[in-house]
């Protein structure tokens, strides 16, 4: 190839990757959330403030690291060997992660994919690679459910539900940023309402007696345990909805209103005495789509 | 020897038989010197940060990023997104390999759990069992055998230091793991005693200690105990009855036997083969079960469940148990008896998993000899 070979082909046709990594993803944009629209005319406004004030939690902290581990000193020393030791700030900024749409339909307990790129050695160009999770189906059972389920999951999740001594703990205590799964806050929903309801075992109440107490910490009342773990769009239909019953609920449909001033004027004519009326009988006032009469034949 | 009975999962001599299942032992045992080793690699690895949650993979990056101002974004280039991988298996496997106290180095770190009641090969109520991670999550934790061990669970479990006095429990309690072995394999099988079809016989213990011998079993005379009705005659009528054979002296198990009819002829035999296959399908072999059993069975049809994935045991041994089991309930109910047998530890815990798709749609296609798709 001669020396000028970069005129002809362009800049993006180089790489072997034609498309660049995405660029690092801001939390509110990662759960679809625009957090100027919870003040202001709309629907987001008007949600109840539990929903909000869980869904900035949210946003405000940064989630568990996953794939790659944080360093917990906040200095660290550079150029040591010249003698001039300079004190440098440690940030630890978080890898790019991807998830794609089969991780709300299992818990993959924060895992995704990465696309980065890598060398074996120092010389050689860095070539791109994609790292993926090894997920597997897997068979678990959650006893405020009393059901088995089959999960698409991870031996992350395996090692996470040891941590948190139990696969209803493991729900109940992480936090949606660190679930990552629209399955995973399903469940707690389902999990959170049926302590509230006490729906649990309903067959064996000794059983859940002994379930209500140990999970106690985790009961809601239930106007939030209703909320909770909705995404925005399911949230402003049920908005919505609530929305529309309300106004059906106070208005008054118009046949009562007509009724009521008929019958007020029947009554104000029967004072004043009895006389045909100009317009014809009352029946045919009211009866607009008349038949016209067949002549006969 | 009195009181003894060889298995063909043994060796002819006693001596051997102990060499053997002593090693077992240690390898099964929860003594106190292998629990102090691995408590104290769990606590080493903890101290370095390995024994958390692992991930499919870590990856770390070639060049550092640019600081960054509070409230703004990072800026990423191209040499940001060149990562390496760490690999934190090797760390937790040359950990163990250096150090000599811990000998006891598995490929996994194993997992400290607490019995909630007494287990055959593991332990009393109440014992801190280490065990691989797989076994525990699929077999005791989400049956309720046992339980994570914390400060707070280990109050509630305290361990046992003098047994609960139980008539039963006494006379299962061995002294050695062959003696387990030995009555777990004359429960499970089924004598046929061959005799003939033609000529008067009655049955005695020689007829008995041959039968045994033809399934690998060796058994003195002085062991056997017919029952009290003695059986006589060309019988042809395959009925069950038990035999007690006598282990130990406190250890007496019941062999259920039945009567196999032998020709000379093989004239006369083709003659009766039908009448033979009516007898083999009202007590079949392993696999099968009567028609009733399969009826019961069928009704017990709860929330429907898909699954694709088998786990990692094979389901042949729990078959084999079911099905004796449903046919042992069966004779005890004809005959009007009680019945109080106990299967064995891993059966136990497959039965209770009902709700567990793979149980009953793996023992159901095998007894019914359908396919699983249909159920």
């Not at chain 2, 024994?51 to 640019?66: E, T, W």
């Not at chain 2, 729990?318 to 005890?332: M, Q």
């Amino acid at each position: 190839m001669c020396a000028s070979w970069k005129k002809l082909v362009p800049h993006w046709a180089r790489s072997p990757v034609y498309y660049r990594p995405p660029p690092w993803v801001r939390n509110w944009e990662a759960h679809h959330i625009k957090p100027w629209k919870f003040v202001g005319p709309g629907v987001v406004s008007r949600l109840p403030k539990h929903y909000i004030k869980r869904k900035i939690e949210l946003i405000s902290e940064e989630p568990r690291p996953v794939h790659w581990e944080p360093i917990n000193k906040k200095y660290s020393v550079r150029d040591v060997t010249t003698g001039l030791a300079e004190r440098v700030q440690i940030q630890n900024i978080a890898i790019p992660v991807f998830y794609p749409e089969q991780a709300d339909q299992g818990l993959w307990g924060g895992e995704g994919i990465v696309q980065g790129y890598y060398r074996k050695k120092l010389r050689r160009r860095s070539s791109p690679k994609l790292w993926k999770p090894k997920v597997f189906n897997f068979f678990l059972y959650s006893e405020i459910l009393d059901r088995w389920m089959e999960i698409a999951i991870t031996q992350r999740t395996l090692d996470l539900i040891d941590e948190a001594l139990g696969f209803d703990n493991y729900i109940l205590k992480t936090h949606e940023r660190d679930l990552k799964s629209q399955l995973g806050n399903k469940l707690k929903r389902e999990m959170l309402l049926a302590l509230v309801r006490k729906s649990l075992h309903p067959s064996n109440p000794k059983k859940r007696e002994e379930l209500l107490e140990k999970y106690k910490e985790f009961i809601i009342p239930e106007e939030e345990a209703e909320w909770v773990g909705l995404t925005i769009k399911e949230a402003i239909i049920k908005q919505l909805n609530i929305e529309k019953i309300q106004e059906l609920k106070n208005k008054t449909p118009l046949q009562d209103i007509f009724v009521d001033e008929l019958v007020k004027e029947l009554q104000e004519k029967n004072e004043a005495g009895s006389s045909e009326l100009p317009g014809g009988s009352i029946f045919e006032k009211f009866m607009p789509f008349k038949t016209p009469e067949k002549p006969s034949t | 020897m009195r009181g003894l009975v060889a298995c063909r999962l043994c060796s002819p001599l006693f001596k051997d038989i102990q060499s053997l299942f002593v090693t077992q032992m240690k390898k099964q045992s929860s003594s106190s010197k292998v629990n102090e080793l691995k408590s104290n690699y769990l606590e080493k690895l903890q101290e370095k940060g390995l024994g958390q949650p692992s991930a499919s993979y870590v990856l770390k990056r070639r060049y550092p990023m640019r600081l960054v101002k509070k409230g703004s974004v990072p800026f990423f280039k191209k040499k940001n997104y060149v990562y390496e991988e760490v690999d934190k298996k090797k760390m937790e496997k040359n950990m163990g390999k250096d150090a000599k106290t811990a000998p006891v180095m598995e490929k996994e770190p194993p997992m400290p759990v607490i019995l909630t009641r007494d287990v055959l090969g593991l332990g009393v109520k109440g014992d801190l069992v280490f065990m691989k991670k797989n076994m525990a999550r699929l077999y005791l934790l989400p049956v309720g055998i046992a339980v994570y061990s914390t400060p707070e669970n280990r109050a509630l479990y305290p361990v046992q230091t003098e047994p609960e006095p139980d008539p039963e429990a006494e006379m299962l309690r061995f002294k050695t793991l062959s003696t387990e072995k030995m009555t777990e394999f004359l429960r499970k099988m089924n004598l046929y005693i061959p005799m003939s079809a033609h000529n008067d016989w009655t049955l005695t213990t020689k007829h008995v200690r041959i039968a045994f011998r033809w399934h690998s079993v060796v058994v003195p005379e002085e062991n056997i105990q017919l029952p009290a009705v003695a059986i006589t005659g060309p019988n042809t009528e395959l009925q069950p009855f038990d035999i007690a054979v006598k282990v130990k002296e406190d250890i007496i198990v019941n062999v259920r036997s039945f009567i196999q009819p032998w020709y000379n002829d093989k004239e006369e035999y083709s003659q009766e083969i039908e009448a033979i296959k009516e007898l083999k399908q009202k007590y079949p072999p392993y696999l099968k079960a009567s028609p009733e059993v399969m009826e019961l069975q069928r009704e017990r049809q709860e929330k429907d469940h898909t699954f694709r994935h088998l786990l990692h045991c094979s389901p042949s041994i729990f078959v084999k148990e079911a099905c004796e089991l449903a046919l042992k309930k069966h004779f005890a109910e004809l005959q009007g008896k009680d019945f109080k047998e106990e299967p064995s530890f891993k059966f136990k815990i497959f039965l209770e998993r009902k709700d567990h798709p793979k149980w009953r749609k793996v023992v159901m296609s095998k007894v019914m000899n359908l396919p699983a798709e249909s159920l």
